[in-house]
């Protein structure tokens, strides 16, 4: 049996007609930059993230630079966030010319340690970047609590959380801003590339409405220099058709991670994701700790199942932030999570016999 560790078309090919049908609305309407699909997806997505406004940009990275240039980040500031996150998330703090910090993460939910915060904190710390990794929040409460005490900016790195809550509140509405991925393997994804800051800030929200559009309120009159970061008409209304299904598919994810829970409780070898209980985890990815986890995911290639790691190599011991003069014990539980995940295919469709065959082939892998 071949397992694929994503497969799209199990969301798309049963939607097929009303995206065609968007598509075709698209073409004869001929508005492909900024036209009415941006805002009217833009209001829903606001909406069912439970936040006064939402703007669409061109990718997750831009959405992240544009909220930190937005808060007036720049040259000389510091960030603090994870090591165990995509580096779009601290391209986009170097991108304004502030450094990244890095704070180590909880072994249970692989989200930053509120506990470790604010021995980071220093004077010129601006903002922080809780990353809501593998679709489950981070601490938001805890979170907010330090930046209000310090006077500091929260920017939910949501791009992996789409629809999942904290303390039954959406993320895009737990911090001052929210930025998020529309890459297509996303829990919310478009048919190509696409992001949204998500905030109930309207100052912010006009400030970065206008640095994603060259700086300008209205044609040829430029506030400020910006830059060309506009999500486009057509994806918008792709977005806004699959926004209509986003909730039954990450129910589907859930399911789906409740019957691995089950079929892999009892494996010596594997350690669970834990869920925390002030949570509702979405699993974009569904993520085990396993012992000798390079020979597993061999293994499974081997048997037809793909896999994947998120991440092998944490951004402080990246090559391309040598710079920063970090090494091996920096940040202990990241480093030590990378040596050993493992990511299950998880997926809106996946069937009970796939999940059933992966947790096969593990089980015989350990015996």
Not at 8 to 24: G, V
Not at 43 to 57: I, L, N, P, T, W
Not at 152 to 166: R, W
Request: glycine letters at 10%; proline letters at 4%.
């Amino acid at each position: 049996m071949k397992i694929p560790f994503v497969d799209l078309t199990r969301q798309h090919l049963p939607i097929l007609d009303s995206l065609t049908e968007s598509f075709e609305k698209a073409i004869k309407d001929s508005s492909f930059i900024m036209g009415e699909g941006v805002s009217s997806f833009e209001e829903s997505f606001a909406s069912f993230c439970g936040a006064e406004r939402c703007v669409g940009v061109g990718n997750g990275t831009d959405a992240l630079v544009l909220i930190l240039r937005a808060l007036g980040v720049g040259d000389g500031d510091e960030v603090i966030t994870v090591p165990n996150s995509f580096i779009a998330t601290t391209e986009a703090i170097t991108a304004t010319g502030a450094r990244p910090v890095f704070v180590d993460v909880d072994p249970d939910s692989f989200n930053i340690d509120p506990m470790k915060i604010e021995a980071a904190i220093t004077d010129k710390t601006k903002a922080l970047i809780p990353v809501h990794l593998y679709g489950q929040p981070a601490d938001m409460r805890a979170i907010m609590d330090i930046a209000l005490r310090h006077g500091l900016k929260v920017i939910e790195d949501s791009a992996q959380a789409h629809g999942a809550e904290y303390d039954g509140k959406r993320t895009g509405s737990l911090g001052h801003a929210a930025a998020f991925s529309f890459y297509p393997g996303k829990n919310l994804g478009c048919l190509g590339d696409g992001g949204a800051v998500v905030t109930s800030d309207s100052d912010l929200a006009e400030r970065v409405a206008m640095l994603r559009n060259h700086g300008r309120r209205e044609k040829y009159l430029h506030d400020l220099e910006g830059v060309n970061s506009r999500l486009d008409t057509i994806q918008a209304i792709f977005l806004s058709k699959k926004l209509e299904y986003l909730d039954r598919w990450n129910d589907q994810r859930i399911d789906a991670a409740s019957l691995y829970g089950d079929l892999l409780a009892d494996i010596d070898g594997i350690k669970l994701p834990v869920e925390s209980d002030k949570v509702r985890h979405v699993y974009h990815l569904y993520v085990v700790r396993a012992k000798r986890r390079d020979e597993l995911a061999a293994y499974l290639k081997g048997m037809g199942v793909s896999t994947g790691i998120h991440y092998p190599v944490p951004l402080h011991l990246q090559p391309a932030y040598g710079w920063m003069g970090h090494k091996n014990g920096d940040f202990p539980v990241a480093e030590g999570m990378a040596g050993d995940i493992l990511s299950l295919p998880i997926f809106p469709g996946v069937k009970e016999e796939e999940q059933a065959y992966v947790a096969e082939k593990i089980k015989a892998f350990y015996n």
